[in-house]
């Protein structure tokens, strides 16, 4: 169908340079026989507007959001899925077919997806579930975990009132717990999710001991960089499975090529060791 057309997207971010999405979706193109670009596009804030009223204009089918722009494009698109609604941000933007711009978040299934493809375990969702976090990607991550029918979510949070804010739009199966419970909230958790930015290359490691979670536990933190953050080092260590942010950060980038292009990419291994070798 796009056969004689040069396909464009991108990636808007300020900054954007650090980005591993141009990287995995020139492999995309590659990898499907698709003639196209998809470019790394440092947008101020005060831009992005403008920028991604644009779109149509010059030609895109679409573009990625990432910091600090997935919750301000939710103000000014033509639709919004009711699953970014949700979740309050926009992490895929797309041109229809009429020029209108459409925002849909796949942060939320790329996890869970990658959650299901890695781990093989259906029980995870059995709960409890602790997620750590209020912000932008644990909003995410609860409205994924909700859609799968998990029935108790733990949500803690240095800043309490976050937490519990989130947990109250969420409805009754996620209980919001204060900061100081972090620790004795692990208590028969099937799966514990790091999604703060504690651990992150250049941050401090999250302040969490494991002492009392169960080894059948899985422990899974959304950082990518690095790899492996302390909190999955501890867990390891612990005899845990773990789980990092590089599966998420895939899938939600072949959500949205499939969502732009109508076909489905391939997660190779081959581009997975790429990437990882990327991140060091
Ligand atoms: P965010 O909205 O800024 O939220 C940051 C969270 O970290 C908040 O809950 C914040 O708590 C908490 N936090 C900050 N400093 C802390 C500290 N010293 N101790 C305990 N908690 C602390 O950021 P975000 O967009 O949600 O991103 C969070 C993480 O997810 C980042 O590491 C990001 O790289 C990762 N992420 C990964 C992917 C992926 O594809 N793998 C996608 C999106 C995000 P307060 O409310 O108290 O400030």
Redesign the pocket.
């Known amino acids: 169908m796009f056969n004689d057309r040069f396909l464009l997207s991108g990636v808007m971010g300020w900054p954007v340079g650090h980005s591993q999405s141009p990287f995995i979706h020139a492999a995309f193109l590659a990898q499907t026989g698709l003639r196209g670009a998809y470019l790394p596009l440092a947008i101020p804030p005060a831009r992005l507007e403008a920028a991604v009223r644009a779109l149509p204009a010059l030609g895109f089918r679409g573009c990625n959001l ?2 600090p722009h ?1 919750e301000a494009a939710l103000s000014f698109l033509d639709h919004l899925d009711p699953l970014a609604k949700r979740i309050g ?1 926009v ?1 895929c933007i797309c041109v229809s077919q009429e020029g209108a711009l459409e925002g849909f978040n796949y ?1 939320s299934r ?2 869970i997806q ?1 959650l299901h493809e890695e781990m093989e375990d259906p029980l995870l969702f059995q709960g409890p579930v602790v997620v ?9 991550i609860v409205v994924g975990l909700l859609e799968e029918g998990v029935k108790e979510i733990r949500l803690l ?4 009132e ?2 519990e804010a989130l947990a109250v739009e969420m409805g009754s199966c996620v209980s919001p717990l204060a ?1 100081s419970q972090r620790q004795e909230s692990l208590r028969n958790a099937t799966l514990v999710i ?7 290359k250049g ?2 490691p ?2 969490l001991s494991l002492e009392v979670l169960e080894a059948h536990a899985v422990v899974s ?5 690095p790899l492996e953050t302390p909190l999955l080092t501890q867990a390891r260590r612990k005899g845990c499975r773990i789980h ?7 899938h ?1 980038a072949r959500f949205s090529f499939h969502h732009w292009f109508n076909v489905w990419p391939c997660l190779t291994p081959e581009l997975r060791q790429q990437v990882q070798a990327r991140i060091g």
């Open positions: 990432t910091l997935k941000a992490n942060d790329g996890y990658a750590l976090g209020a912000g932008g990607a644990a909003r995410a949070n240095r800043t309490f976050r937490a900061w790091n999604t703060t930015n504690q651990g992150m941050y401090p999250l302040d933190d959304l950082i990518y960089t990092n942010g590089l599966g998420m950060l895939l939600q």
